[in-house]
């Protein structure tokens, strides 16, 4: 049964609230009376967690894992190929900050800058709509992100942006990922901890039907250290009650429908496919695609991008990004962690982007013992 769980009241950063929540983690898990996993799939979650070393709060026998929630990460090597690719041929390629350092299978986005291709950091994708106005050369918007920033990016293609702008989408889809994680034969996940932001776009009803089929219980939380351990707290009481339960612990920004427009608007531009999530799998109905309406400003239709892009992964043996996505481990678990892969010198995308496990765990010391 999906309930809202009020969040009004909360102040964010107040010490006795944190105090009680902590309390009644610790009488939770002395009533579950076994250890408890907890999953959250959101780079955001990851970095309150780590920055506010809520690790240190939690009670012996409840561990919080990150899972498949950081899009840079996820982006597949053959589709930051695609954007080189791209740049290299003359057009002009416009994407997030966080995207240009990601490996692809020879090159990043950076390495062809500093080789002279055109590429242009933006923050939506309405500003690289603007470049293609200003600009008589093809501008590429290499689209990424999950709901949160798909629905932005349909509003620019109904809005009759120039003719000479495309959107190469490395768009994904929450949801079909975390049915890859619960039917992985190891995991031990006993509740997910949903992305506030994202459900603020699709509601959270949409994951009546995940918690119903696999029997987890599932809570959308935001992202003060005050929401997150709120949020725990209610997943800890659906496990203890043996009841795969949804919650909205997020009320001031999400509602069971979410924002039906901007829904709509998504559904209208991008269809689902399927699709590999770096390291992690080949995911059925997580990728986001310009639907037929809007493939005359799909980049992939209307350029001629070579077919065989992309190849081996080039990432060393000793690189675990895949494994830390899925939630199986954790970034200091890898040899190469803090030593051969730094954000100076990433060899994996974990370590790239500011929602990646691998760089917040290095900026904030992991699991600190506070």
Not at 22 to 50: F, N, R, W, Y
Not at 191 to 204: E, M
Request: with cysteine; aromatic share 8%.
């Amino acid at each position: 049964m999906a309930v809202d769980t009020g969040d009004q009241d909360l102040q964010f950063r107040d010490p006795e609230k944190a105090e009680q929540l902590t309390d009644k983690l610790e009488s939770l898990m002395d009533d579950i009376g076994e250890p408890v996993t907890i999953m959250h799939v959101c780079g955001s979650h990851e970095q309150a967690i780590a920055k506010y070393g809520l690790r240190s709060l939690l009670p012996d026998g409840l561990t919080i894992r990150m899972g498949p929630g950081c899009p840079v990460c996820v982006t597949d090597m053959p589709e930051v190929d695609e954007a080189v690719t791209l740049a290299e041929d003359g057009k002009i390629v416009a994407t997030y900050g966080d995207m240009l350092r990601v490996p692809g299978t020879e090159q990043s986005l950076d390495d062809a800058k500093a080789d002279g291709a055109d590429v242009r950091v933006v923050y939506s994708a309405s500003e690289a709509a603007e470049i293609a106005e200003e600009e008589d050369r093809e501008v590429v918007f290499f689209a990424t992100g999950f709901e949160t920033t798909a629905a932005p990016t349909a509003a620019v293609l109904v809005d009759d942006p120039p003719e000479n702008f495309s959107v190469l989408s490395a768009h994904k889809y929450v949801p079909p990922a975390m049915e890859i994680v619960a039917e992985l034969p190891d995991t031990d996940v006993d509740g997910f901890l949903a992305a506030g932001h994202a459900a603020t776009i699709t509601g959270y009803g949409l994951f009546e039907e995940f918690v119903e089929e696999y029997e987890t219980p599932a809570v959308v939380g935001g992202f003060e250290p005050i929401d997150i351990l709120f949020g725990l707290a209610r997943l800890l009481e659906f496990i203890r009650d043996d009841e795969p339960g949804l919650a909205n612990a997020y009320q001031r920004c999400v509602t069971e429908e979410g924002n039906v427009p901007a829904k709509e608007l998504m559904w209208d531009v991008f269809e689902t496919t399927t699709g590999e999530w770096r390291g992690i799998a080949e995911v059925p109905d997580a990728d986001l695609i310009l639907s037929e309406e809007y493939s005359e400003y799909d980049a992939r239709e209307r350029f001629e991008i070579e077919p065989d892009v992309g190849g081996a992964d080039p990432l060393t043996e000793d690189c675990i990004c895949g494994d830390i996505m899925a939630g199986t481990a954790d970034p200091d678990e890898c040899p190469l962690f803090g030593e051969e892969c730094t954000p100076q010198n990433p060899v994996g995308a974990c370590m790239v982007s500011s929602e990646g496990p691998c760089k917040i765990w290095l900026e904030y010391g992991g699991q600190p013992d506070i």
